[in-house]
């Protein structure tokens, strides 16, 4: 009798133990999967749990076919655009776009054998881009001066110099030439316009020409050069090939640039202020202050901190408006190559690396967030990012020195307001 009421017993601390165990697994089990429904909905992803897929242009879609191409245009046949040097949205409505004349406009050939160069090679490889529209022996110009670059080919057959600025509206039709002011250019480098100018005047910085141009919104008039054009130098009214534009409400700085390492202040009329930068020891140089190709300039609008793309040296430096030094990151180890950065009204840096081919977001204390690209020349891939702008519906635009194009994304539904370029600051016409 007692073994039997033992037996019972037993069976049934057997039965509570596993219940028990039960139990806490199925908590364990219901934990588990909370936490990861809760990674699914605020993963690294552009669209919340999103199924399938990948974040191949990030929280983007690309506009295929945008923009109309130069071989469209009367007597144009056979020619599209050369080096996509810089892009910049003043409204979805009109979209500049400027690059290095033109080249002709070819299909990618299929994969051939070259024994010359080597066994067992072909070209070109897969989707890997097949064509530098910047360097090379075939590539775009610097332009506008008769007789020179004649290494670079035979004009009219291997490159022209015509429509290096030309604008297009939201569905990419070109809108307007300007023409007018080609044989000015010679290697044209940024163009932009002063967020907090109601005249909307359009900047263009030419680095070959060493100077900076300032035209009417239409573009029928030059109303002022910084710089002394064709002449270079490191004082107060030369550049020696600057690169890039920044403003404030009471000042602009220009990053000169591939030979000058120093960012030039001035107001808002374009009178010098100051300039801050020496000559550093790349690609290691740690010293603040100290820079080599300075290839991108940012302001933060709150706080007025300027920051500067210490190219060589895979660096961002960080100064007041006066040029006294705050702060430094790194963007990574070689083969990092930023080529330019953007601050929007997200007050999110945007970098684009020419090498990983990735938009790279940090923010304002140099926090990595998010990253996105791919390398090729299909839709939406990427070779050589030199310029990209937003307009005020969140689309985003890239210019490509590396592929000779430009591209515009459309935000995907759903999208993470975090993971995208901030719309820009548009302080004096909104």
């Keep these: 009798m007692f073994n039997n009421i033992r037996t019972v017993i037993t069976k049934s601390n057997s039965s509570r133990v596993a219940i028990i165990m039960l139990g806490a697994l199925l908590s364990a089990c219901e934990q588990e999967m909370t936490q990861v429904a809760e990674v699914v909905d605020s993963g690294f992803t552009a669209i919340p749990g999103q199924k399938g897929g990948q974040d191949m242009f990030g929280p983007y879609e690309v506009a295929e076919g945008w923009p109309q191409d130069l071989a469209e245009l009367p007597d144009h046949e056979g020619w599209t655009y050369g080096a996509g040097q810089s892009i910049f949205a003043e409204s979805p409505?009109?979209?500049?776009?400027?690059?290095?004349?033109?080249?002709?406009?070819?299909?990618?050939?299929?994969?051939?054998?070259?024994?010359?160069?080597?066994?067992?090679?072909?070209?070109?490889?897969?989707?890997?881009?097949?064509?530098?529209?910047?360097?090379?022996?075939?590539?775009?110009?610097?332009?506008?001066?008769?007789?020179?670059?004649?290494?670079?080919?035979?004009?009219?057959?291997?490159?022209?110099?015509?429509?290096?600025?030309?604008?297009?509206?939201?569905?990419?039709?070109?809108?307007?030439e300007w023409t007018q002011w080609d044989e000015l250019f010679r290697r044209p480098h940024y163009v932009t316009i002063n967020p907090y100018d109601p005249e909307k005047h359009v900047?263009?910085?030419?680095?070959?020409?060493?100077?900076?141009?300032?035209?009417?919104?239409?573009?029928?008039?030059?109303?002022?050069?910084?710089?002394?054009?064709?002449?270079?130098?490191?004082?107060?009214?030369?550049?020696?090939?600057?690169?890039?534009?920044?403003?404030?409400?009471?000042?602009?700085?220009?990053?000169?640039?591939?030979?000058?390492?120093?960012?030039?202040?001035?107001?808002h009329d374009g009178n010098y202020l100051t300039a801050w930068g020496e000559r550093g020891n790349p690609p290691n140089e740690t010293r603040p202050n100290f820079m080599n190709n300075v290839h991108g300039v940012a302001v933060d609008a709150e706080t007025q901190r300027v920051f500067v793309n210490d190219r060589a040296n895979n660096r961002v430096q960080v100064f007041s408006d006066d040029g006294e030094y705050l702060d430094e990151w790194s963007f990574g180890p070689e083969p990092t190559d930023i080529h330019l950065f953007y601050i929007g009204a997200d007050r999110v840096l945007w970098a684009a690396d020419r090498a990983t081919t990735k938009i790279l977001g940090y923010d304002l204390e140099g926090n990595f967030l998010y990253s996105w690209g791919v390398l090729g020349d299909f839709p939406g891939a990427q070779w050589g990012v030199h310029g990209l702008s937003v307009d005020q519906e969140g689309n985003f635009y890239v210019a490509e020195v590396g592929n000779g194009r430009v591209q515009k994304y459309r935000p995907r539904a759903g999208a993470r307001p975090e993971t995208m370029v901030g719309k820009p600051v548009y302080a004096a016409w909104n």
Aim: hydrophobic share 40%; aromatic share 10%.
């Design 93 to 176: 409505d009109r979209i500049f776009i400027l690059h290095r004349g033109e080249l002709p406009n070819i299909e990618r050939p299929p994969a051939t054998v070259y024994p010359e160069a080597g066994p067992a090679l072909s070209f070109p490889v897969a989707q890997v881009p097949w064509r530098n529209a910047s360097v090379g022996p075939r590539a775009s110009l610097p332009g506008a001066l008769d007789g020179d670059d004649t290494d670079r080919g035979e004009h009219g057959v291997d490159h022209r110099w015509e429509h290096c600025l030309v604008v297009v509206d939201r569905d990419g039709n070109i809108i307007e």
């Design 203 to 267: 900047w263009v910085v030419d680095d070959f020409r060493h100077a900076v141009f300032k035209f009417t919104n239409d573009g029928s008039e030059l109303v002022q050069t910084i710089g002394t054009p064709n002449v270079s130098g490191d004082d107060e009214t030369h550049f020696f090939r600057p690169t890039f534009l920044a403003f404030l409400p009471d000042a602009m700085f220009v990053a000169d640039g591939y030979a000058n390492t120093r960012v030039v202040k001035f107001d």
